[in-house]
């Protein structure tokens, strides 16, 4: 059984619906599974978050070298972040 900092099982935390460090409730979790039982889903999750956010500081005009240091990556990693926001942004329909 896991615990958390405060001392409380994990499973009776879930239980209440008070979420996990990523979610604020379970019951507002994009997740098709929970991130206990599909670690890699909720991974992707937080991956494409993190590209769809560079990408856009990217589009304001924010220059790589700067992004870069702010999330303290090489200019490559950003590089790599915005490609994989940009190919979300397209597989978006326009709404």
Not at 16 to 25: A, K, L, M, Q, Y
Request: include cysteine.
């Amino acid at each position: 059984m896991r615990y958390d900092n405060d001392g409380q099982p994990t499973v009776a935390k879930l239980m209440h619906g008070d979420g996990c460090e990523g979610i604020p409730s379970c019951f507002t979790c994009p997740l098709a599974q929970c991130k206990y039982d599909d670690p890699r889903a909720y991974h992707e999750l937080i991956v494409q978050a993190r590209a769809s956010r560079i990408f856009a500081q990217y589009e304001q005009g924010t220059t790589v070298v700067a992004i870069a240091a702010q999330e303290g990556w090489s200019e490559r990693t950003v590089w790599r972040a915005i490609s994989h926001g940009r190919k979300l942004q397209e597989a978006q329909p326009d709404v």
